[in-house]
């Protein structure tokens, strides 16, 4: 596995690492589930239950809007390793044409949006950086 595509390796991925930095500087890391279409990934606040509604992701990305997202793949047999990271600028999107494209990839990609909601704002980053490294 070494010639690789770093894009469908991550838009493959059934989840990944969102990595914001707070406008004080402190970093902030939590699982999302995410769609990629072409350079552009969306991940969404769904109606899962949550400590609150006030989500330290999006404060984060309204403060500074460069994120980092990190999908990889770790097996016992070490040359199987991989990781593929997407480094871009995000915006929150609380309605509008973004929040449609976000939602319906979304529900496309996971069957599970058939029964949770996505009530919540889109998260779009406009990735201008891939990297990724393979065992």
């Keep these: 596995m070494t010639d690789i595509d770093p894009r469908a390796l991550f838009g493959q991925a059934p989840e990944a690492q969102l990595a914001t ?4 500087g ?12 072409d350079d552009v990934v969306y991940t969404a606040v769904d109606a899962k239950r949550k400590s609150t509604k006030k989500l330290r992701r999006l404060a984060n990305i309204e403060a500074n809007p ?4 990190l999908v990889d793949h770790y097996a016992d047999d070490w040359s199987q390793l991989w990781w ?17 494209t976000g939602y319906y990839l979304l529900r496309r990609k996971y069957p599970q949006y058939q029964r949770v909601a996505l ?11 891939w990297s990724s490294w393979v065992a």
């Design 26 to 37: 402190v970093p902030h890391l939590v699982p999302v589930v995410f769609a990629l279409l």
């Design 21 to 24: 930095v707070s406008a004080s």
């Design 66 to 69: 460069n994120v980092c997202m």
């Design 84 to 100: 593929v990271r997407a480094d871009g600028l995000a915006a929150v999107h609380y309605g509008g044409e973004e929040m449609g």
């Design 119 to 129: 009530d919540g704002p889109v998260i779009r980053i406009e990735v201008h950086r």
